[in-house]
């Protein structure tokens, strides 16, 4: 009983120096670095304070915006000063812009200041970060000692397909069809002899007026669709434009007008083109995005195509049987060739197929008989059959790391081919290499080999 009296006034006077110790902080500079709290028997335990946070700053800038020049030509003379403003959206960003010049020399440009050096024509370009796209200006040093051209407007806002004359004068002379017309960007806007064509795509062209013993002088072309409606070209619409389909040479417009209304031309209809024997030559605009399967299937004269940059499929049977094609620059972000695309296209003999492309049909390349090489881009993990069917002199295919499956005929009878199956193949069906002069394979492979050459002479 005494031992309990004993606990409970230990535990009292415990209770006691907590609370006397609580009391004396502010006098032992404790709360300067931390502070007492107390566990239910009154024992002061010390821990240390929170720091205060501390408020991080937000960025002004909005990632992706857009680049604002106050203005974009600039004619000055040597040893004039101007300046340019740079926002990405409402916010100056000129000290921070990158400036980089195709002619270096003609100017400076630091934090939004120009100085000009010497008398000439510099295309600026405006790089900052977080900004979708770059943008740029024109500046134009003069010299005094040289008279300076004239054109009738400095700036001209035209549609897509839209053409507008400019008149070019030098000390009051017409010298319009004699002058250099030079566009910063010809995919928005050219000139030639004064007659300024808009292009098939939306933007800001600066055109540069040059005349040997005269000052350059500049104009601006801004371009933007205007058109009512898409259109889709098919033999109606040829018509309406007067294009005779058997025609060697055919160029497609971007735009049309039809009474009181403007088409955009987005697509081409299935077979528009097809057996047009007598074609050779075609330029197509770049406002397509899609062109019909079989398009110009049998046109057995057509010797080089360009397919416009927004197409993202190469359909079924689009060149099949195109004899005479030898060249063909595909899209950049092409995702798909379908079955028979390219079949039977004899003179083809090299063909870049782009990194995008994640799926080549079967019988895609059957019968082009005069490639030699090809480069089967990363995204394949599927040879499919008769893809390179009967591909007679073709001598050299690197196939991709990733590759799965070959089915089967997917190389016949390319006698001349000597080919190397990635280990990471697990599949190769029955006379996927038929009559191939040579393949090789390393014991890492994954297909089953118990049955190889799969009609090749087989090395390992």
Avoid at 254 to 262: E, R
Avoid at 275 to 287: A, G, Q, V
Avoid at 348 to 363: A, C, F, H, M, T
């Amino acid at each position: 009983m005494a031992d309990k009296k004993k606990i409970t006034l230990l535990l009292i006077c415990l209770f006691i120096i907590g609370i006397l110790t609580s009391a004396c902080g502010d006098s032992n500079g404790i709360d300067n670095f931390g502070s007492f709290t107390y566990d239910p028997y009154g024992i002061g335990i010390y821990q240390p304070e929170e720091p205060v946070p501390v408020p991080t700053p937000t960025s002004t800038i909005t990632i992706g915006g857009i680049i604002h020049l106050s203005q974009k030509i600039f004619s000055m003379n040597v040893n004039q000063v101007e300046y340019i403003t740079v926002k990405l959206g409402d916010i100056d960003v000129t000290n921070s812009a990158r400036f980089v010049q195709n002619n270096n020399g003609i100017a400076t440009v630091e934090k939004g200041k120009i100085t000009a050096l010497e008398p000439g024509t510099t295309i600026v370009s405006v790089y900052v970060d977080g900004a979708i796209t770059n943008d740029h200006f024109v500046i134009t040093v003069l010299d005094p000692t040289l008279p300076t051209l004239e054109v009738s407007q400095s700036e001209f806002n035209l549609g897509i397909g839209d053409t507008e004359n400019v008149i070019v004068k030098l000390n009051g002379k017409d010298v319009t069809e004699s002058v250099t017309y030079t566009s910063d960007d010809t995919n928005i806007a050219t000139c030639e002899k004064g007659l300024i064509t808009a292009e098939q795509n939306e933007g800001t062209a600066e055109i540069i007026v040059s005349y040997e013993g005269a000052n350059d002088v500049e104009f601006i072309v801004n371009v933007t669709d205007d058109s009512d409606e898409d259109a889709t070209l098919n033999s109606d619409v040829l018509n309406k434009l007067g294009i005779d389909k058997n025609a060697t040479e055919i160029t497609i417009p971007a735009v049309y007008i039809d009474g009181n209304k403007k088409y955009k031309i987005t697509s081409i209809e299935q077979r528009t083109f097809m057996n047009c024997h007598n074609l050779t030559n075609i330029n197509l605009p770049e406002t397509i995005t899609d062109i019909g399967e079989g398009t110009f299937y049998g046109c057995s004269s057509l010797k080089s195509i360009k397919i416009p940059n927004k197409v993202t499929t190469i359909k079924r049977t689009t060149f099949g049987w195109c004899h005479s094609l030898e060249t063909i620059e595909l899209p950049s972000h092409l995702e798909k060739i379908g079955d028979y695309a390219f079949e039977d296209c004899t003179s083809l003999q090299e063909i870049n197929i782009p990194d995008s492309v994640s799926s080549i049909g079967k019988w895609a390349f059957n019968l082009c008989t005069s490639l030699k090489e090809i480069e089967i881009p990363d995204k394949i993990k599927i040879i499919s059959n008769h893809c390179l069917f009967q591909c007679t002199s073709l001598k050299e295919v690197t196939l991709p790391k990733n590759l799965e499956k070959i089915e089967e005929y997917a190389f016949g009878s390319c006698r001349s081919l000597e080919l190397t199956i990635p280990d990471n193949v697990s599949e190769i069906e029955n006379y996927a290499f038929n009559n191939v002069k040579h393949i090789y394979y390393t014991n890492n492979l994954k297909a089953n080999t118990s049955n190889a050459p799969w009609g090749a002479k087989a090395k390992n």
